[in-house]
């Protein structure tokens, strides 16, 4: 079994950040790819950063490039979403996903990830 528990969500300003995390714990391993994607609603899923753990290689979608920065521990089993300059159009539920299997290039789809967190809300006011 694979658990990933987020934390760190909430409500700020325009122009304020946030840090959000995700824990992994169970059978995991320190190769693997992880991820953020986020839902607004009525609008589907979208994957916002990556990060692939055997190159610390990163990846983010154009609308959050220069404010958003991924990153993971050493034991590579914890990622966290820096988001800084946020805007109203970021509040969603942030989801964080990891695939243990594989490595990850680009901005892989929902489908790519096996396991994710419940979700966590960020909402930002103008």
């Known amino acids: 079994q694979v658990q990933l528990v987020e934390s760190g969500g909430g409500s700020v300003q325009s122009g304020g950040s946030l840090r959000l995390s995700c824990a992994a714990s169970g059978y995991i391993n320190s190769r693997n790819c992880m991820a953020w994607f986020r839902q607004a609603p009525g609008k589907e899923r979208e994957g916002v950063a990556v990060i692939a753990s055997t190159s610390d290689s990163t990846y983010y979608v154009d609308s959050v490039k220069g404010r958003f920065t991924i990153s993971q521990d050493n034991a590579k089993t914890t990622v966290y979403l820096q988001m800084n300059s946020l805007k109203p159009e970021d509040t969603a539920i942030y989801y964080c996903?990891?695939?243990?299997?594989?490595?990850?290039?680009?901005?892989?789809?929902?489908?790519?990830?096996?396991?994710w967190g419940q979700g966590t809300q960020v909402t930002v006011s103008s």
């Open positions: 996903a990891a695939n243990f299997r594989a490595s990850c290039s680009g901005l892989p789809g929902p489908k790519s990830f096996p396991y």
